[in-house]
DNA sequence: CTGACTGCAAAATCTTTGCAAAGAC
DNA sequence: GTCTTTGCAAAGATTTTGCAGTCAG
């Protein structure tokens, strides 16, 4: 479904591309980009915040930074988000093309998945508008698996 | 593509629903239906809020009037909302389930279409993650018919 | 060195809440 | 009259910004 890339290549790139647009490399970012990574899933800015925190004492850092590095993994299409209305968003690695989301109103666990279907068809819709997509979103919303037998 | 509702209609199912409730029909919550049904679009609480203020220069009401009876009327799936991330909510009159939404990054423009492929898969995808579906948002970004023909 | 980056705190957004006064029924 | 609703302003929640000091290259 997806290719993998070694983190070290990931990091290889973020390099290039921070020097390419005259970025400094810090350890902030290396951070950040490090822990959504690493750490399969979907973060909010805070949760990022937390586990830094946590994990690495030592570091220095403010919330500010994470907000400002995720905008910009974001607009270097490292990382992508997904919008969750007054909530905030959540910032997974890798690119939103890639796959939807399942997004439980329960636990608030996310599942993903990758539809060829959903995929083509939205190209057939954009195309009878006119409309040029630069990106797309879906989330279906409702009780995941583990959450309905829990009742 | 999808039925109309005489405005009277809408108006008395609102009321029975206030009724069944134990809620009160005021002028504020009139206004506020009034404006997202004749208005066609979509519409910002601060949208609605100016509306009411220049065409009803009369009428006293709070920016919290809107958001709670905004509330009130997607709870009772009288209208719905799409969601903008940090900027906040558009509401619209209608259903979410009816159709998805185009949305121009330009000029911020909503155009909206009601695709069954979509709807059907969805189906299949929630079944196949034993998902209970209850809503789904689909959102495709990009650039408008006459966005582009500006340039 | 120089200009980019950072943390901090303050500001900006958007939304919700507490409360006394007003209004629906 | 009773109980809901309202406007207001204050509080929350999330995100952004200004700035002086810090750090990468």
Sequence with gaps: MSITISYNDVLQNFKKLLKQNNLKYTAQRELILNIIYKNHGHFTPEDIYNLIKENYPDIKIGIATIYRTLTLLEDANIVSSISFGTQGKKYEFGLKEHHDHLVCLECGGIEEFFDETIEK????????FNF????????????????????
């Design 121 to 128: 068809q939205q190209e057939i819709i954009a195309k009878k």
């Design 132 to 151: 040029k997509m630069t990106n797309h979103v879906m989330k279906i919303t409702g009780i995941c698996e583990s959450c309905q037998k829990k009742k």
